[in-house]
């Protein structure tokens, strides 16, 4: 007879990542499936990560879920999407020492609480839905025992938010878009570990960490609906650009590297213009160096070429820009590529 009383925990850490050939338009909303391929490079988890404890006890009733400290709704579809394709895969757990032992079957009937925390701005375009939503879907699979591998996890990841099943491998990943009406195949593909190019440096400096005004969701959506250069994006141009970027990766070109990073970065600004009503997510402090890029915010990712480029970069930044000045220039996040 196990008793009622136990408590069993697991906890993952998720970096978010960075796209540099970005992901901007959905085919299927609820599945969420892209009109493009994507590229994104994976952050050292030291910098900008999600954190994410997940309990589960027989003295829970309901799921329940607090981030950054504060309780938020479960009830949306993408967490229940999350919450639903990993308990169809769960399967025994047993810890002999607690004396609990929890079959396939009891998981449908269990809840879980989930304490997630970001080291960074939460939804201020840095990618924050990617590492939650990867970080979510990681420790629920460890928590279930999930036999599955992090493609499959992917494509379960990418149900939360698009951008996080790139999350789930370091180095340098490709979100396939996939062909199949269910999204089987719509899943991210890890092209080069964190090693192979461990010369580059990137650097995000946050010009503000306010919370957006346009959502991604919503901003991408009416980027379809009106957008006469998205087609065009999504047909003629990422299609070859991703396969440039990816012999550029291999090649470890840089300056091939850099001119398609920033083209890419451009070209989705340039279409969340050609939105009705436009889409503005950069400022005025938002520009130039390096491969820069731009995410659904106004903060600056810049990437250089090795630690000596970056450093000469940051003492630029710094002269320009003093933390605490009256610019609102005033952070910075230094990351390693992991
Ligand atoms: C990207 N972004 O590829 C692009 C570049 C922002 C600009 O993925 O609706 O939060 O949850 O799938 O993933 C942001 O969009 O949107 C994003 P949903 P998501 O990183």
Redesign the pocket.
Known sequence: EQSEKWVLMVTAQTPT???VI???G?RDENL?LAIND?I?VTLDPAHLCTTTTIAVSPSFNQDRMWLNGKEISLAGG?YQSCLREIRARASDVEDEKKGIKITKNDWQNLHVHVASYNNFPTAA?L?S??AGFACLVFSLAKLMNVQEDNGRLSAIARQ?????CRSLYGGFVKWVMGKEENGSDSIAVPLVDEKHWDELVIIIAVVSSRQKETS??SG?RETVETSALIEHRAKEVVPKRIIQMEEAIQNRDFPTFAQLTCADSNQ?HAVCMDTSPPIFYMNDTSHRQVAYTF??GPNAVMISRNRKAATLMLQRLLFHFPPNSDTDLNSYVIGDKS
């Not at 939360?160 to 996080?164: L, N």
Request: aromatic share 12%; charged share 15%; glycine share 12%.
């Open positions: 990542n960075i796209a970005k992901y901007w959905k969420i994507s994104s993408r375009g990618a839905s990617a939360g938010s698009g951008s996080a991604s969701t991408m989705f995410d659904a």
